[in-house]
C-alpha cells in the first residue's frame, strides 16, 4: 500500500458533521441575537467584577484544580466539592466522558434531538451513536432502554432537552436509570437547570449520590458567562478520578474561575435572571401558539415554535431576519426542517418577535 502524502485523520473523523453554532449579526450589526440561549440580563455584577480584578493577576498560572470554584460550587449546591470537577464549559467534560468510557466497538445512546455535541464526541472515539425516536419531541425512556445492547456504555440525557426545551421527571429519569446495567454510565446534562421551574423535576444531583454509574454536567453559559467557558459536574469518586487524569492541567482560566465562583454565590441575581426568563418565556409561548404556529412546552431559555412545514419555517426566519431579530435554524443541525428555535430575550426583543411572527401567521 502507498503511504499517503500527508497526515490523514483516524478513520471516521472525516464522517462528523461538525457543530453549528447560533448566527451572529454581521459586525456592526445592530440585529438582536437570539440564537444562542445567551442570558438576556448579562452577567451577575459580582462576577464582572471578580473577572476584571483577575486581570491584575494574567501572569500567574491557575489554581490547578478550581478549589475556590469548586468550594463556592459544593457551598450553594450542597456538594462535596471532591465530587466536583470543572472544565472548559461543560463541553469540554463531555468530551472527556466520552473519550474514557468510549471506544472503537462501544455504543452510545441518546434521544433524536438531543445535543448536536452527543454524536460528535461519541463518533470521534470510534465508537457508534445510536439515535432513539421520541414521543413528542420529548425523550422516550422505554425506547432509550429498548436500544441498549451489550455494546452501550454510555447514555446521553440532556434534561431539559436542547432544542426541544422538554424534559423528564425525577421519576422518569430514575427509571431510566433503574433498568440501566451498572456498567453503563447515565449521564445527565443540566445545561438549563437554572431555568426550570416544573415541580417534578430534579437536576439529578441526588441520583448522583445514590448511584455509582451517574454523572450530572452543567454549566455557566446560560447563566451570563458564555464568554467565560466554563461547566461542572457531579459524579462519584471513581469517574471524578479518571476525569482528573487527562483533563488539561489549567483547564478552567483564573478569571473564568474567580467569576464563576462569584456568579455562584450571587443568588440575587440568578433569581432575577430565572424570573424573567420563567415570565417571558410564558409569555412568548401564549402569545405565538396558535396563529399557525405550535409552541412546544419549554422549562429552558427558549421555546421552540413549530410551522405548519419547512418552507414556512424557512420564511419566518427571513422574516425575523428581516426585522433585526436572529433565532435559530434547527434543519441541518437537529434534522427539524419546520421548527426555529428562539431564545428568551429582553421584553423589547420578545414583543417584537411576536409581533412579526403574528403578523405572519395571520397573513397566511
Known amino acids: 500500500m502507498t503511504a499517503p502524502n500527508r497526515p490523514t485523520p483516524q478513520p471516521g473523523i472525516l464522517d462528523i458533521a461538525p457543530y453549528m453554532p447560533g448566527k451572529s449579526g454581521a459586525p456592526g450589526s445592530k440585529a438582536v441575537k437570539l440564537s444562542a440561549n445567551e442570558s438576556p440580563l ?3 455584577p459580582k462576577a464582572i467584577a471578580a473577572f476584571a480584578a483577575a486581570a491584575e493577576h494574567l501572569e500567574i498560572y491557575p489554581e ?9 460550587l459544593g457551598e450553594v449546591h450542597g456538594v462535596d466539592p471532591g465530587a466536583i470537577v470543572c ?8 468530551h472527556l466522558l466520552a473519550q474514557i468510557y468510549l471506544g472503537e466497538g462501544d455504543e452510545a445512546v441518546m434521544n433524536r434531538y438531543g445535543f448536536s455535541v452527543y454524536p460528535i464526541i461519541t463518533m470521534a472515539t470510534g465508537a457508534k451513536i445510536v439515535m432513539v425516536e421520541e414521543t413528542d419531541y420529548t425523550a422516550d425512556v422505554d425506547a432509550l432502554l429498548a436500544a441498549v445492547t451489550e455494546k452501550t456504555k454510555v447514555i446521553w440525557l440532556a434534561n431539559p432537552n436542547n432544542p426541544t426545551g422538554t424534559y423528564l421527571s425525577d421519576a422518569e429519569v430514575r427509571r431510566l436509570h433503574a433498568a440501566l446495567r451498572p456498567d453503563i454510565l447515565l449521564v ?5 437547570a437554572e431555568y426550570v421551574t416544573a415541580a417534578d423535576y430534579s437536576v439529578g444531583q441526588e441520583l448522583v449520590a445514590e448511584a455509582d454509574n451517574v454523572v450530572m454536567v452543567r454549566t455557566f453559559s446560560k447563566m451570563g458567562l458564555a464568554a467565560a467557558r466554563i461547566g461542572w459536574m457531579v459524579g462519584p469518586d471513581h469517574v ?12 478552567v482560566n483564573l478569571p473564568a474561575q474567580l467569576a464563576g465562583a462569584a456568579a455562584t454565590r450571587d443568588i ?3 433569581a432575577k435572571l430565572r424570573a424573567h426568563n420563567a415570565k417571558w418565556r410564558e409569555w412568548l409561548t401564549a402569545e405565538l401558539s396558535g396563529n399557525a404556529m405550535r409552541v412546544l412546552p419549554s422549562q429552558a431559555n427558549f421555546i421552540l415554535v413549530l410551522f405548519a ?31 426555529l428555535r428562539i431564545s428568551i430575550g429582553s421584553e423589547e426583543a420578545m414583543r417584537g418577535v411576536a409581533g412579526i411572527l403574528k403578523a405572519m401567521g395571520s397573513a397566511q
Open 240 to 251: 471524578i478520578d479518571a476525569v482528573h487524569r487527562i483533563r488539561g492541567p489549567f483547564n
Open 42 to 44: 448579562g452577567a451577575s
Open 64 to 72: 490547578g484544580s478550581s478549589r475556590l470554584l469548586r468550594e463556592a
Open 309 to 339: 412545514d419547512a418552507e414556512t419555517a424557512a420564511r419566518a426566519f427571513e422574516v425575523l431576519m428581516d426585522g433585526g431579530y436572529i433565532v435559530r435554524e434547527v434543519s441541518k443541525s437537529y434534522g427539524i426542517d419546520n421548527g
Open 87 to 94: 472544565g472548559n464549559g461543560s463541553d469540554d467534560l463531555l
Open 188 to 192: 445527565i446534562d443540566s445545561a438549563y
Open 268 to 270: 440575587e441575581f440568578n
